[in-house]
Antibody
Framework: QVQLQESGPGLVKPSETLSLTCTVSGGSISSDAYYWTWIRQHPGKGLEWIGYIYNSGSTYYNSSLNSRLSISRDTSANQFSLKLTSVTAADTAVYYC???????????????????WGRGATVTVSS | EIVLTQSPGTLSLSPGERASFSCRASQSLGTSSLAWYQQKPGQAPRLLIYDASSRATGIPDRFSGSGSGTDFTLTITRLEPEDFAVYYCQQCGILPTFGQGTRVEIK
């Protein structure tokens, strides 16, 4: 059974870099069948997709965060990570990592639902 | 960006009643998949429905999804106490987006 677990500092100072890691157990992040994604939820609000990475190492980011965001992976550790620079109070949220299914042919990729989620990591941006 | 609009924002119902709510896309999803998630307070979202109408593993058959193109519906035939939660739709394209959620509360 695949499980995901977020880890990282719960408190980040304004203008600094938010760094989170998602550790995957029970499955390989190198699998062609999945993409690995980050989603966040501001207090009392809905879900916001942040970005994802998939097997080839390709990444896609939410355009509203693109200039500050980096998602990477460490296949040897079976982890993927999020870095968000120059944070402000508006980045205070619960951050989730999740797995989604993907199918790629020569022409394009098809993305499917996120079926496994981590429990979430609360990150507060405050001095 | 495809915008998903869920309605109503809140649904007040009693256990045993039928719940039905909508997710409308700003443009046809075409080949993109639509999913529904349930979220309870303090918990991560849980996948209920994928590909608009297929139930995820372990999801009771009182949950059903329908629709295509721009209009999608999630129906819960008989509300159980554990079904009172927030429900989100999500389009699973290359740049995914979520609806703003529908809260199902106890009347």
């Amino acid at each position: 059974q695949v499980q995901l677990q977020e880890s990282g500092p719960g408190l980040v100072k304004p203008s600094e870099t938010l760094s989170l890691t998602c550790t995957v157990s029970g499955g390989s992040i190198s699998s062609d069948a999945y993409y690995w994604t980050w989603i966040r939820q501001h207090p009392g609000k809905g879900l916001e997709w942040i970005g994802y990475i998939y097997n080839s190492g390709s990444t896609y980011y939410n355009s509203s965060l693109n200039s500050r965001l980096s998602i990477s992976r460490d296949t040897s550790a079976n982890q993927f990570s999020l870095k968000l620079t120059s944070v402000t109070a508006a980045d205070t949220a619960v951050y989730y990592c999740a797995r989604g299914s993907i199918y790629c042919n020569r022409l394009t990729c098809y993305y499917y639902a996120m079926d496994v989620w981590g429990r979430g990591a609360t990150v507060t941006v405050s001095s | 960006e495809i915008v998903l609009t869920q309605s109503p924002g809140t649904l007040s119902l009693s256990p045993g009643e039928r719940a039905s709510f909508s997710c409308r896309a700003s443009q046809s999803l075409g080949t993109s998949s639509l999913a529904w998630y349930q979220q309870k307070p303090g918990q991560a979202p849980r996948l209920l429905i994928y590909d608009a109408s297929s139930r995820a593993t372990g999801i009771p058959d009182r949950f059903s999804g329908s629709g295509s193109g721009t209009d999608f519906t999630l129906t819960i035939t008989r509300l159980e106490p554990e079904d009172f939660a927030v429900y989100y739709c999500q389009q699973c394209g290359i740049l995914p987006t979520f609806g703003q959620g529908t809260r199902v509360e106890i009347k």
